[in-house]
């Protein structure tokens, strides 16, 4: 192996794990203040169609990304007005904003796909990635809107009591967990491919939530976690190239396992749990009780 | 004028609007998805008739109506017993992939055989490979205590990449082209049809006799009145005496052998082999079906035929209105979301003064 080579493959890397950076930074936060939102999928190919089909119409990135962050904004919405406002459970809705989301937009881009576009350098967004990283870190550790969001998720009904209030504060985790979404949409479809093709997040929104999970909820953690995955699904295919006998799906399969196996480890331990996920996590804030 | 709206616990609990919920969500659903068909310039009245009304119109039609609805009971039967005792085994997609893998795998081995002993034999591994793929996590959620939801959902995806580790590894059919398929099952291996010529298969007969089960345990079992005790409150069971893991554990491998049983039907009725995409989405979907049917097993049965509807309206779609079949998941999607919305009425009184 040659100096150019491992730099083609590290660059492969870092262009291909992005959208995984994205998605799952967004989730950490939502999930942060103790709403889990299984709409990834949905809500990343729903980002994804709509930058597609406002870039073909208008031929600007800029509304394209627009569009495709009001796309999130309104999705991830809903699912915030059913989890907060009417208490569903967020399983169930979760999984109907994926399974609503794969549908709607397989519709959308029926007619578009195939066209060609310009796509966008991916380098702005992947630079962009490290900073929102940086920052969601600064955000929920060293400040005290961060520290609410901390501590609406651990206990919202001590978070209540103190005042704050907890519904708003989720409906912000939520929207904004639903914005990285699209944005990592866009970038698969504006940046990454780019081109629209029914489903073509590939399962990158399962990969993400795993993510959160593999990061013990703490954002460099997803950093690293992230360019684990993401360059694992990358040597998968070079190691065939230079005749590895291991089977790919050993590979692909490496996230899930791995998650599960740090979910045991934090699990295992009480106070180890309570270090890591946020105790509130899934369980509905119910006002009237 | 100012309107107060207040909202209260509901103290009076309303069958009827448990009951009449699930019918909402339905009417919303077809209002909005006559709007969507507006969009897509396309006459409501006619997308209807074609997604709703066409597929069912003659024999094949009711026979593949058949067909989809019958995994999508039997998983929505078997996870009914997790949900009623309040644990999230969102994995059954991968728990039907374990059953087909392992029922399959027998019907590979065997590939000479002409034993009607054959398919007993594949429809037992199937239940087991579902019940053992559905123990990890519980064994995990009970031993380390790890959420069940997130680890039943990452087992599916493990699953699907095992099984698409053995069609195009060791089980690839080596007179299939290159293509990623197993070698079909021998014909002894194969799921008797109920009529010449169509494709639904003795698996309605599994589904009905699951339901009438289900229903008694339900209705007349202990173990029946302990998953409810213990879905209103794990406390309360656990003062009560009752072995809240054990309940976990038996939850969990019930409705993992149903999602295995519905995996082999599969494979061994409608598709005939092994190969990647045995399973549109029943897993998930059938987590819609148990919601929509209420945990109630004969509920069930009735939301089973209705989402298998959208799969073959979505069918008939895409070849008559030129929108992809994907359109299903919109309505599926679409019906979740206002079930759940409509749920609201249900545990809250609103009053508008």
Redesign the interface.
Known sequence: MNIELIIGILNIVLISTTPLVFAGIGELVTEKSGVLNLGLEGLMLVGAVTGFITLVLTGNHFYSLFFSIISGVILSGIFAFLVLNLMTNQIATGLALTIFGIGLSAMLGKKFSGTPIEGLNPYYFITISFLLVFLVSYFLFKTKSGLIVRAVGENHNSAYALGYNVIKTRYMTIIFGGIMSSIAGFYISICYAPMWQEGMTAGRGWIALALVVFATWKPWRLLVGAYIFGGVAIMQMNLQAIGVKLPGQFFNMMPYLATIIVLVFISSNKLRLKLSAPASLNIPFEKNQ | MVYLIS???REDYSNLIFYLSPLVAVVLTLFFGSF?FLI?NLSPIESFKIFFISPISNSYGISELFVKATPLAIIALGLSYCFKNNI?N?GAEGQLTMGAIFGGGIGLLFNDSTSIFLLPLMILFGAIGGALWASIPAL?KT?????E???S???T??AL??L??FV??PWKDPAGYGLPKSMPFPDAGRLPVLFDGLRIHIGVYFAIIICFITHIVYNKTLFGFKLRVSGLSSKASQYAGFKYKNLIFYTFIISGACAGLAGLFEVSGPIGLLYRDISP?YG??A??VA?LGRLNPIGIILSSLLIALTYLGAEDAQLFLK??S?????????V??FL??T??LN??KVSIS
């Open positions: 909202i209260k616990l969507i897509l999230y969102i995990l031993k380390f205590n790890t959420n939801i997130l680890t959902l990452m087992l995806y493990v990449f095992i698409d580790y195009v590894g989405n998930f979907t987590i819609i919601f929108i992809p994907a359109v299903g998941f919109v309505f599926q999607g679409l979740l979301f759940l919305g749920d609201f545990k809250y």
